[in-house]
Nanobody, 131 residues
């Protein structure tokens, strides 16, 4: 089975930075697109950012453009989300996910569609931004 594990969350003041990490096992890491999603209490899960299997295409939600950067190190089987200029509105549980579809290049529509069955999910890591 595919196992996905996130880390790097914590408490940070507004304007600060965090870097989230995600490892995936049980698959060939560089054959699959990946993404970051978030869900706050009482709200629906939303996409944050996704990256294609070959690192050629990335997608960012409007709310994080210019502040967050997604990148992957396939040699280390690790996905990262660099979060800068954090805002209280970014407070959420952040989830890493691995797309189930093999070498799927067109990541954007699948990233926007948060249907859980499209992805293998991690357990989440909490990010809290204080004002």
């Amino acid at each position: 089975q595919v196992k996905v594990v996130e880390s790097g969350g914590g408490l940070v003041q507004a304007g600060g930075s965090l870097r989230l990490s995600c490892t995936a096992s049980g698959l060939t890491f560089d054959d699959y697109g990946m993404g970051w999603f978030r869900q706050a209490p009482g709200k629906e899960r939303e996409e944050v950012s996704c990256i294609s299997w070959n690192r050629g295409t990335s997608y960012y939600a409007d709310s994080v453009k210019g502040r967050f950067t997604i990148f992957r190190d396939n040699a280390k089987s690790t996905l990262y989300l660099q979060m800068n200029s954090l805002k209280p509105e970014d407070t959420s549980m952040y989830y890493c996910a691995v797309l189930k579809r093999f070498r799927w290049y067109d990541i954007r529509p699948l990233c926007v569609d948060t249907t859980p069955s499209l992805w293998n999910w991690g357990q989440g890591t909490q990010v809290t931004v204080s004002s």
